[in-house]
Nanobody, 126 residues
Framework: QVQLVESGGGLVQAGGSHRLSCAASGRTFSAYAMGWFRQAPGKEREIVAAITRSGGNTYYARSVKGRFTISRDNAKNTVYLQMNSLKPEDTAVYYC???????????????????WGQGTQVTVSS
C-alpha cells in the first residue's frame, strides 16, 4: 500500500510556470506506475500525464503536451509535474495517483489507479 501527498498548488498568472510534487510513503515506490489527474468544477476527473515505474516512458493528454512534464525521483519517493505556459483552463484540483505495476507500463485511464492523493488546487489567473 502507498499513501500520496501532493504539494505545490497555488495561484499562478497565465503564461507562468509552476511545479507540483507528490510524495509517496513506503519502500516500494519504484514498483508503482504514477499519474497526475485534474478535475475542474463541474467536470470529470481527467488524465494529465503518466509515467512508468522506471520513468522511462511517459504519456500526456493532448491539452498539456508540450507544456507539462512529468518526472519522478525514485530515490526520493516523489513524482513531479512541471507546468509551463499555464492557461486559465488549466485551473483545477490536481491529483496524484499510483498503481502497483508488474512491468514497466504507463497507465492513462483513471480506473486503472488504486491509490489517490487528496489533491492540490491550482488556479491560473488571466
Amino acid at each position: 500500500q502507498v499513501q500520496l501527498v501532493e504539494s505545490g498548488g497555488g495561484l499562478v498568472q497565465a503564461g507562468g510556470s509552476h511545479r507540483l510534487s507528490c510524495a509517496a510513503s513506503g519502500r516500494t515506490f519504484s514498483a508503482y506506475a504514477m499519474g497526475w489527474f485534474r478535475q475542474a468544477p463541474g467536470k470529470e476527473r481527467e488524465i494529465v500525464a503518466a509515467i512508468t515505474r522506471s520513468g522511462g516512458n511517459t504519456y500526456y493528454a493532448r491539452s498539456v503536451k508540450g507544456r507539462f512534464t512529468i518526472s519522478r525521483d525514485n530515490a526520493k519517493n516523489t513524482v513531479y509535474l512541471q507546468m509551463n505556459s499555464l492557461k486559465p483552463e488549466d485551473t483545477a484540483v490536481y491529483y496524484c495517483a499510483a498503481k502497483w505495476a508488474g512491468s514497466d507500463y504507463v497507465l492513462s485511464v483513471r480506473l486503472e489507479y488504486d491509490y489517490w492523493g487528496q489533491g492540490t488546487q491550482v488556479t491560473v489567473s488571466s
